[in-house]
């Protein structure tokens, strides 16, 4: 079933298509530490090579990324997605027969 074929080997086609971009666009350095940092956090790899593959489609990137502009980047992407950790404190009211008036 030729359908079925073209649906295993999307998602290959796709990783290997940015592998290349990625192997385009970023230096040996910088290539290196991306996937060590996608060994240990893959998310954020995979939100750093999104930003550099939409960068390298609109032409904003001059040559290749190097280890220090890829820190910079991962910088950014840091910031964008921060986690915000909120406490929220939930005070029960206890009854207490000294502020009760309504006897």
Known sequence: ???FNVCLTFPYREAEIRNTILAQVLDQAARA???NLALVKPDKAKAVENYLIQMAR?????GKVSEQGLIEILEKVSQQ????TTVKFNRR????SDEEDDY
Request: no cysteine; net charge positive; glycine share 6%.
């Open 1 to 3: 079933n030729p359908t």
């Open 33 to 35: 530490r991306l996937s």
């Open 58 to 62: 609109f032409g904003q990137l001059a």
């Open 93 to 96: 009211k206890v009854l207490d």
């Open 81 to 84: 997605t921060e986690k915000k």
